[in-house]
């Protein structure tokens, strides 16, 4: 896997305060994969509130999972494009919104 961006927030800024990567998988794993390994994890991982979200409506086969843990929102997000995968991995700290 390769990062492709890493956006940094700060308090009060319009992002506000995040980390976030984007990651491009090189197409060495199968979308079913990703969504395995995140579902393992965010419900194995002491995270409180966990979800999965299906947002085919917003981009074709994207796939979240959102949970909180030490005050931060967490949300990573799987999906597929022509030839590799992208995932996202963004933690909210100041997430009042």
């Keep these: 896997m390769s990062v492709d961006i890493v956006t940094i ?3 009060g ?6 980390t976030e990567v984007w990651f491009n998988d090189g197409g060495n794993y199968a979308l079913e994969e990703l969504n395995s ?3 393992d ?8 509130d966990v979800e999965m979200k299906d947002f085919n ?3 074709d086969k994207l796939t979240t999972f959102e ?3 030490n005050d931060e929102l967490y949300f990573i997000g799987v999906n ?3 030839n590799y995968n992208v995932i996202t991995i963004t933690v909210h ?3 009042d919104f």
């Excluded at 800024?13 to 995040?18: A, E, K, M, P, Q």
């Excluded at 994890?41 to 409180?48: K, L, P, Q, T, W």
């Design 67 to 69: 949970g909180t843990r």
């Design 57 to 59: 409506h917003y981009v």
């Design 37 to 39: 390994l995140y579902d």
């Design 13 to 18: 800024s319009v992002s506000g305060d995040i």
């Design 41 to 48: 994890y965010i419900n194995n991982s002491e995270f409180e």
């Design 93 to 95: 700290r100041d997430w």
């Design 80 to 82: 597929s494009e022509e």
């Design 9 to 11: 927030g700060e308090p």
